[in-house]
Every structure is written in structure tokens, then in C-alpha cells.
């Protein structure tokens, strides 16, 4: 769930795919479905897959088990398309509706910029010659404003650091040497798809995902690093993504807790709960705006499940 939620922080829109040869909903589409709810991803397709290995009446009976479910869990119809991928059924209506469903947002070229960073590594092979190395690459979305080649930006919370047996995050500056779209390379870029900008860091920072979780901003014009921070939460009446019937119980003290703030993952222990206000330590800081909506896991028979959300105060 932490991959799932941290990789649909930087999407717009999404497919949810759902067999027929199954009940719907499963636990983990449920826990899907919500996660989606929670990060206001409001453009779903929802395809029902497998229609060639059940019969009419029982893709039907699943077809509406489907539409019920989402109506439910999202509070509005979405799309529902029957296909079927292993005999390339109906795809051409799954390309339509992503046409008419999922629309280009608007953005405001104007705002600071910000880069959440999904991915980061080391491009150069083994034995490659010092003068040739490339700088590492962070790979990602940009969620507001544009970046430029050449620009310098910075990387918050940063890397981890370790002095006098004492943990700091420390802030990275950079400058931006290319910037790839797909195979491509542009000059500029704004919010919409996935790319990658290659640094002047040395890629021993960003090889193995070493700044995943991180925002990418122009300096003294980036959202707070937060240590410690107050959520206001709302939990769920059940847990998510198991079969049974467990209600979701309030939040305790010292409770650890698994905590999902765009693409960032990181652990909170809880350290004062009143009402529906929680205070939190982190044992990893992350770069957030105040307001910004926290996924909140609970560790449940040794895997982490969604119980709710917060949004940071």
C-alpha cells in the first residue's frame, strides 16, 4: 500500500482494473479504491477484465456488483468498461474513455514549482571514466510551476546524516542539467506526466532511490520540513483490505503508525491524541504544505492497512 499510495500521489487520474471471475469488491480493491478517495483522484476508470472467462449472466451480476461498490466507496458513478485484455475485447473504448474522463488539469504555470521525486539512481555503468559520469537522476512529477535547464533547485528534507551518533536530514542544492520526458529532451517542463531531470549530484546520493519521498523546489520558496506535526484525522468505521469485519479502534498513545504524504513514506509514533487531533514524531521528516491530506496505516496481522486519513495543521 505504501508504493501504491506514494505512486498515485503523482497522478491525475487512474485505472482501476476489476475481474469478473471474482466477487467485487476483493479487500485490496476496497483499500485501493479508498486510497485513491483520500489522495482526490476523482478521474476513475474502473475496467472489468476477464469477461471472456465467465458467462454473460455472471459478467452481468458482476458488472453490477461493481457499480454498486464504486457508487458507494466514491460517492459518484465512474465508468465502467467490460473488456477483455487476453482477446483484446473492447479495448478501443477503454482509449475513448480515458479521452473523455481523464481531461489535462488546468495548472498555474505562475506558482512556485515543486517536483515530488518517485524514483532516483545512478545512470553510469560499472568502470565507466570519472570525466564521463552523469550527475544522478531523480525521476518524478511536477505538481505546480516549471523547471528550466540550468536552474538551481533544492532538495528537502535531503539525505540522511549521521554526526556524533546524532541523525540529522541535511538539505541538498543542485542545478539541473537535462530534462527527459520519454526519450525526449526539453529545456523547459510543467506539471502533466512523468520525467526525469539528471543533476550535478553525485550519483551516489540518488543511486537506490536515496532521495525518494523528497520535494524538489527553488531555494526559500519551498513547502515546511516537518520533524514532528498535528494532524487532524478521520478513521474509518472498518479496516481496509482484509475480510474480516474488524472495526477500526481509536488511535493510542505511542501507537506507531505508517504515514503516506505524497510521494513520501515514513513511520510516526503517536505522542499526544485528543478528540480527533493527533501529534506525532517522525522518525523520517518530510517537505509538506500545511493542509496537505496524510494516508494513515495501522500494522494489522503483520501488514499495514489503511485506517484513515489526516490532513497536517
Not at 498535528?230 to 481509536?250: A, H, P, R, S, Y
Request: charged letters at 25%; a neutral charge.
Amino acid at each position: 500500500m505504501a508504493i501504491m499510495v506514494s505512486g498515485a500521489a503523482i497522478m491525475d487520474a487512474a485505472i482501476l482494473m476489476v475481474a469478473a471471475d471474482e466477487e467485487c469488491p476483493q479487500p485490496q480493491t476496497t483499500e485501493h479504491l479508498v486510497a485513491l478517495k483520500i489522495l482526490g483522484i476523482k478521474n476513475i476508470i474502473i475496467i472489468q477484465n476477464k469477461v471472456d472467462l465467465v458467462t454473460e449472466t455472471q459478467a452481468k451480476k458482476n458488472y453490477v456488483q461493481i457499480k454498486k461498490f464504486a457508487k458507494e466507496m466514491l460517492g459518484f458513478e465512474a465508468p465502467i468498461i467490460p473488456i477483455s485484455a487476453q482477446k483484446r475485447v473492447n479495448i478501443e473504448y477503454v482509449m475513448e474513455a480515458i479521452e473523455e474522463f481523464m481531461p489535462t488539469p488546468k495548472r498555474d504555470a505562475s506558482k512556485n514549482p515543486e517536483f515530488l521525486i518517485a524514483r532516483s539512481f545512478d545512470i553510469n555503468k560499472p568502470g565507466t571514466e570519472i570525466n564521463n559520469l552523469k550527475g544522478g537522476v531523480i525521476g518524478g512529477a511536477i505538481t505546480e510551476g516549471s523547471f528550466k535547464v540550468g536552474q538551481e533547485v533544492e532538495i528537502l528534507p535531503g539525505i540522511k546524516t549521521e554526526r556524533q551518533n546524532q541523525i540529522a536530514w541535511q538539505p541538498i542544492k543542485t542545478k539541473i542539467k537535462s530534462i527527459v520526458i520519454g526519450s525526449s529532451f526539453v529545456k523547459e517542463k510543467g506539471p502533466g506526466g512523468s520525467i526525469a531531470f539528471e543533476t550535478e549530484l553525485d550519483p551516489f546520493v540518488t543511486k537506490k532511490d536515496g532521495v525518494v519521498g523528497s520535494v524538489v523546489g527553488l531555494p526559500e520558496k519551498m513547502p515546511s520540513v516537518f520533524n514532528d506535526f498535528e494532524l487532524e484525522v478521520e478513521l474509518f468505521e472498518k479496516i481496509l483490505g482484509i475480510k474480516e469485519d474488524i472495526n477500526v479502534e481509536e488511535i493510542k498513545m505511542n501507537e506507531p503508525l505508517m504515514l503516506n504524504s505524497g510521494t513520501a513514506t515514513t513511520l510516526g509514533v503517536v505522542n499526544h491524541s485528543a478528540s480527533n487531533k493527533i501529534k506525532l514524531i517522525l522518525k523520517r521528516p518530510i517537505c509538506a504544505h500545511r493542509g496537505t491530506k496524510v494516508a494513515i496505516s495501522r500494522q494489522i496481522k503483520a501488514r499495514w492497512h489503511l485506517i484513515g486519513f489526516g490532513i497536517i495543521q
